[in-house]
């Protein structure tokens, strides 16, 4: 069987495919950004809230991370429209996503809170700091030194989740290959495309992660006399 590549098609809609790809980004970019502020509340809250904050944030872990994203975000864009809450598909993507996001961040931050030595944490309860100055300075930052790679790879793997919110119409990369698709019939060479458009995003996400680390969180740590 022979098949004729024709690309022209799918590089003449450049600029279909650049405002799907700058959508991604900006989905991906809001949703780390506020899904990491969400995990380090509830980090904090499961690790030293009082017991009521404790079940909350457990219930919430428990929730998410037993069911699936697809059914997350058909959640928030259809089902919540039956008690008056209508989103926009980009609205209800973002969220979905941060929820989504926060859930498997939050476990991740607690094993890196938990590998903290104690006496750290009696360190700084010797040095006098309020409790948001130890959480901030003594645990938070190391925490996050440790659990790094595993965050990051989070935050890659949500970018790439993304493409799920094509099916509530959001105008993500994987939404403007559909249309495409059924414009131009090409679907060999538009997902060629689009997966080497998903590729680079992915090593440039990681570029960025690491300019990040570098600039930091890339202390050298203290050794004792």
């Known amino acids: ?16 495919l650049l405002k799907g790809t700058w ?13 990491l502020l969400l995990a380090i509340a509830c980090a904090w809250g499961k690790t030293s809230g009082p017991a009521p904050v404790r079940w909350i944030v ?30 926009s598909p980009h609205t209800a993507a973002l969220t979905a996503m941060v929820i989504n996001l926060g859930a498997y961040a939050t476990e991740i931050l607690r094993a890196g809170i938990d590998a903290i030595p ?42 790439l989740s993304s493409a799920v919110v094509s099916v509530i119409s959001a105008d993500d990369l994987t ?8 414009q131009t019939f090409r679907s060999f060479e538009i997902y060629i495309v689009v997966a080497a458009i998903y590729l680079l995003l992915s090593l440039a996400f990681s570029a960025l992660f690491r300019a990040i680390y570098r600039r930091t969180l890339d202390f050298p740590e203290r050794r004792g006399p």
């Open 23 to 35: 959508i991604t980004i900006e989905l991906s970019l809001s949703a780390t950004a506020l899904g």
């Open 175 to 182: 939404s403007v290959a559909a249309t495409l698709q059924s």
């Open 1 to 16: 069987m022979q098949y004729t590549f024709a690309f022209g098609d799918v590089f003449a809609a450049w600029p279909l």
């Open 58 to 87: 457990e219930a919430y872990i428990e929730l998410i991370r037993n069911t699936p994203f697809l059914v997350q975000l058909f959640f928030f864009f259809f089902a919540l429209p039956a008690v008056g809450l209508r989103w």
């Open 118 to 159: 104690r006496g750290q944490i009696e360190a700084g309860l010797a040095l006098n700091l309020k409790p948001w100055e130890i959480f901030r300075f003594v645990i938070l930052k190391p925490a996050l030194k440790s659990i790094y790679p595993a965050l990051t790879s989070q935050f890659i793997l949500l970018m």
